[in-house]
């Protein structure tokens, strides 16, 4: 799906390398060889932006290679590229406390559940450990946990499986496949359990994939009067928001995403519903 928008896209484009270009620039236009390519702008029309609406993980095979376009493309367009964080981006920052050696270490019946979610619909660990038979042996193993987590506190059922299918792609073309054998499902590398884990946990790491997309990343994006985001703003979703004064919207959800990082709830103001308009 990735490919293919940008298959048809007038304003971005993808080379064969898998980097994102604008088309209207000189060196896309030239590169480029659809009809798309011709200057979407105009000589007197305002530049075009890219807004990429969050979620970026879960939802298919080859979603460290989404991470690493958007990102490059972000730090070589920081004033037309916008990407906005989603709920499936910034909950993979959990692991880095979930997945800690002193949670490990706790007995199944002790690994709270999710809060967010109601009683009637959560799987405990210690239920999910019982509909699990083959993963009862290493109840502190990181891989028995991830597939917990991902599964049943992530919404992202078969997402471990993904990951795995994920890594094998690349091993093979690492090790000299094709990118046509591997999307035709020919025979690839095996990828353990470990693996697996290793990579959400370089990803959220210094330098990792995830971790890179939401340091660049923004809760809130306002172009031209429109806001952008990854849900919806109503008077339930803002919660609490800094006292602020920043006339510039367009930084205004670049500090959100600074504010996010270092949030202090004793410093928070809440703000009024009423008081709350787009662009604010």
């Known amino acids: 799906y990735f490919e293919r928008f940008f298959d048809h896209s007038a304003v971005v484009g993808r080379d064969t390398s898998g980097r994102l270009f604008f088309r209207d620039l000189p060196a896309a236009t030239a590169a480029a060889s659809s009809s798309a390519a011709a200057d979407n702008n105009g000589d007197d029309g305002p530049p075009s932006y890219f ?15 989404v991470l690493r ?51 009637k619909h959560t799987t405990t660990f210690e239920k999910f450990l019982e509909k699990n038979p083959e993963l009862q042996a290493e109840p502190h193993a990181a891989a028995t946990r991830l597939k917990w ?82 849900g919806a703003v109503n008077a339930n979703s803002l919660g609490f928001v800094p006292d602020l004064q920043k006339n510039d919207e367009r930084r205004y959800g670049a500090y959100y995403g600074h504010y996010l990082k270092t949030v202090d709830p004793n410093d928070a103001t809440p703000i009024d519903a009423d008081d709350v308009s787009i662009g604010r």
Do not use: W
């Open 149 to 230: 987590i991902l599964c049943h506190t992530m919404g992202s059922v078969g997402t471990f499986d993904l990951r795995r299918q994920t890594l094998a792609a690349e091993k093979s073309l690492a090790a000299g496949g094709s990118k046509s054998s591997v999307e035709g499902g020919g025979d690839l590398p095996a990828v353990t359990d470990e693996e697996v884990v290793k990579s959400y946990m370089d990803s959220v790491g210094p330098g990792g994939a995830m971790r890179e997309y939401l340091e660049h990343a923004q809760v809130a994006v306002v172009l031209d009067g429109a806001l952008f985001v990854h």
């Open 51 to 65: 807004v990429y609406g969050g979620d970026t993980v879960d939802k298919g095979t080859g979603d460290l290679a």
């Open 69 to 119: 376009a958007l990102v490059d493309f972000k730090k070589r367009h920081p004033d037309r590229v916008f990407l906005v964080i989603g709920n499936r981006d910034l909950n993979k920052a959990r692991l880095t406390s979930e997945l800690a050696p002193e949670r490990l270490a706790l007995a199944a019946k002790d690994v709270p559940p999710p809060y967010f979610v109601p009683d």
